[in-house]
């Protein structure tokens, strides 16, 4: 996904000569390798954000200070909601795993939030449309379009009731190591997959 992320960055950059991205680098050294060699070529300034426990509260941090995120498909989804950034899904595979998919999925959504909230709130780039070209006009919306990051930040509340009924979750709940995003996701998703 990242060369197809780079090019939407440059695509962007134009449009917001300030851009700046955080990268959370999962806690891999192969990956973390990867990403860092390909920032050489990285069109607008890139910090790179260290995964792991010792760095949660770094990562909720990045999260705050950011505008909007773009991410593959995952946990990190339902982080980003709950952390309230608006955000942007996009997810790419061979050819022969995205025709499998799209023949024999039976959602509409590929986000964990847009199929537990059973709406579109999170735009949603994938297969064929995860191009850069598209990726760039939806975050340029997701950045410069009020309504549509609202209604993001109002659909995290309905979520977080989904997840955890008996509390609302407000900014400072997520900074507690209790109620992490991270913890709140995989809970989430381990019920489901005991019911």
Known sequence: MLPIFSKAMTLLKHQFPKLVTL???ASNSQVDRYIGESLHEWPVPAILVPSGSTSTQLKYDAFGASQAALCTSGTVAVELQLARLPSLVAYRAHFLTELLIRYKAKIPYISLPNILLD???IPEALFQSCNPSNLASILE???LDEEMREKQVVAAETLARLLHPSK???CSDLESHRYTPSILATSTILSY???
């Open 168 to 170: 609302s979750f407000h």
């Open 141 to 143: 919306r997701l950045l």
């Open 119 to 121: 709406s579109p709130i």
């Open 23 to 25: 990268i959370h680098v």
């Open 193 to 195: 997959a005991k019911s």
